[in-house]
């Protein structure tokens, strides 16, 4: 079974830039979510969707950050315009139907805003 | 609302010493409860599991039991290897809601 996909692993920008990210759930999970990882922390969830509706953005910084999974299957993170403290791993992780499941993670994107 | 609290690290040992990891929670409800892995340059991936109190997650030698009179979930392991280097980072998933992870330990294994 593939796993999740993300793209790209690492990128580097200018702050005031934009950048995408880009995720790939596991076949049939309903859930997907978007975690953002700060060197020497746990990930901090950004938003997660159910099929193509938003569950939780509670802590999705809106002035900047949008969301959004077309479909109920790809999604796509962007950041406009980038600020340096937004430096993180972004993690996307789906889970299959059912409570209380785990969620399984791609390999996430470091990006870095210089 | 939910919450996880690890112990604080960065953990070292030394080879084919006995590891624990503690773990405890704050939850409204009967959450599940997870222990992921992440090693160096790697996205996370899940260790081990438990889905109500009693019940012990085990995987790759490494174990944990679900306390609900405590609120815990540590981890342990009887017997280290460099291999088991890496950040751990307990969770708990309530119902449809997201992940709630702690701030993760760091665990350094010595030859």
């Known amino acids: 079974e593939a796993g999740v996909a993300q793209s790209p692993r690492y990128k580097i920008i200018e702050k005031r830039q934009s950048v995408a990210f880009w995720c790939n759930p596991i076949s049939g999970h309903a859930t997907l979510y978007w975690y953002q990882q700060i060197l020497g922390q746990g990930p901090k969830l950004l938003i997660q969707f159910q099929n193509n509706g938003v569950v939780d953005d509670s802590q999705l910084p809106k002035d900047r950050f949008s969301a959004e999974r077309l479909k109920g299957v790809d999604s796509t993170l962007k950041i406009q315009p980038a600020k340096l403290e937004d430096s993180a791993v972004y993690l996307c992780?789906?889970?299959?139907?059912?409570?209380?499941?785990?969620?399984?993670f791609g390999q996430g994107t470091r990006l870095t805003v210089v | 609302g939910n919450s996880v609290t690890q112990m604080e690290g960065p953990v070292t040992l030394s080879e084919e010493a006995f590891l624990t990891i503690n773990c405890t929670y704050t939850a409204t409800g009967y959450p599940s409860l997870f222990w992921y892995v992440q090693y160096p340059g790697e996205g996370l991936q899940l260790l081990l599991k438990?889905?109500?109190?009693?019940d012990k997650g085990s995987n790759k030698g490494f174990e944990a039991t679900y306390r609900k009179e405590t609120t815990s979930f540590h981890l342990e392991k009887g017997s280290v290897q460099v291999s088991d280097s890496a950040v751990y980072f307990c969770a708990l998933r309530q119902g449809a809601q997201k992940l709630v992870f702690g701030q993760g330990t760091r665990l350094t294994i010595n030859p």
């Open positions: 438990a889905t109500k109190a009693d």
């Open positions: 992780a789906s889970s299959p139907d059912g409570q209380n499941t785990e969620a399984f």
